[in-house]
């Protein structure tokens, strides 16, 4: 018997070998060819959904960066305009006082010049008043000056008389 001698055996050996070639093929390999390209597609179609997914997030990151922005540049905006506002402020208040200080300056002025007045014009009605005391006591003592001088002169005159 030589090594390619056809026996039952040997035929038998081969329709089982073809026949579990076709039960493998049909039971375990075409069902798993088939599992692995659903799972391949499966895996593909994840994988375009995460793309997806990813690019979606990429604009919502993006759309979040720029309303961030948006709303920094807004803040900044609003501290300016506040900070431009409170100046404005001050500054209003600065002239208010500058004002103010003005009216008070010269509303002294005019109280100091009043009451300089009325100093004036008390000091001249009591130099006028010291002035009439003054001058009567001097028209006084000078009377009685007068009238010593005029006794004495009397007096001598009547010494004079009497020796002559």
């Not at 010269?106 to 004036?120: G, M, P």
Request: glycine residues 0%; without cysteine.
């Amino acid at each position: 018997m030589g090594f390619l001698e056809i026996n039952w055996t040997s035929a038998a050996m081969l329709m089982l070998f073809v026949l579990m070639v076709y039960f493998l093929n049909k039971f375990l390999y075409t069902p798993f060819i088939e599992m692995a390209e659903k799972r391949r597609k499966k895996v593909e179609e994840d994988l375009k959904s995460a793309e997806q997914l990813k690019e979606e997030a990429e604009k919502m990151r993006s759309e979040a960066e720029r309303f961030l922005s948006e709303a920094r540049q807004r803040a900044d905006e609003i501290v300016e305009s506040a900070r431009k506002e409170a100046e404005a402020i001050v500054e209003e208040a600065r002239e208010k006082a500058k004002k103010e200080a003005q009216n008070i300056v010269e509303s002294a002025k005019t109280q100091i010049e009043v009451e300089y007045k009325k100093a004036l014009e008390q000091v001249q009605e009591r130099a006028a008043e010291l002035s009439v005391i003054l001058a009567t006591k001097l028209l006084q003592k000078v009377f009685q000056d007068e009238r010593a001088r005029r006794e004495y002169l009397v007096k001598i005159l009547k010494e004079e008389i009497e020796k002559s």
